[in-house]
């Protein structure tokens, strides 16, 4: 995603959709819209039988993957929490994924007052139908550093957490501080990854 002109920008300051403060304040009580960004990614995937074989570097493994939509909702800004549960349940329930063993969520969170709590909405009660454990999966946004690369918005974020695994650790969110007053994270699964943090591997499965 590359935008060479000043048409989106004056589209999306009119739409209301971007931050007057120019930072993306994802999880945060000042998400006043996102910040557009241009980005360009690629990633190579391959069956993990064909890369163990050919001896190539492999920094993660997918194991899981679905897709769904909206549907009917109140328009781009506002996403259906109930269509992100369905999507989170296909995906764990189909393919048998502990959710207590998920130790990172890199979340969408374009730092917008409602979105943010939709989405972390639709998560927790995702996770509380198999837990209810609180704070021990770390969650952030790659939005918050690098702002919306738009379509290009999926390959930076899963850029991130590949790096992530590659270093062993969890790279900070920012503009996180004071947390958004319409997420309530004490009584959910998750905990805004702040601070620059090791990412150790659990002795019974994978990061």
């Known amino acids: 995603h590359v935008q060479c002109t000043h048409w989106f920008h004056l589209i999306g300051s009119r739409a209301g959709m971007l931050s007057a403060h120019g930072r993306c304040f994802t999880f945060d009580a000042r998400a006043d819209g996102f910040v557009p960004a241009d980005g360009v990614g690629m990633v190579v995937l391959k069956k993990l039988s064909a890369a163990l074989a050919e001896g190539d570097p492999i920094v993660g493994v997918i194991a899981a993957s679905a897709i769904n939509q909206d549907g009917t909702s109140n328009g781009l800004t506002a996403p ?24 990172m969520a890199e979340a969408h969170g374009t730092g917008t007052a409602l979105g943010d709590p939709i989405e972390i909405a639709a998560l927790t009660q995702v996770f509380r139908q198999h837990t209810q454990e609180r704070g021990f999966c770390a969650i952030g946004s790659a939005k918050s550093n690098i702002g919306h690369c738009e379509s290009a918005a999926g390959i930076a974020a899963l850029s991130k957490v590949l790096l992530q695994l590659r270093h062993a650790q969890l790279a900070p969110s920012l503009h996180a501080q004071p947390a958004n007053p319409h997420i309530d994270f004490a009584a959910s699964a998750f905990r805004v990854q702040t601070e620059l943090g090791e990412w150790p591997r659990p002795a019974a499965h994978p990061r």
């Open 80 to 103: 259906s929490a109930l269509a992100q549960e369905q999507l989170e349940l296909e995906v764990y329930d189909r393919f048998g994924i502990d959710v207590t063993q998920i130790q």
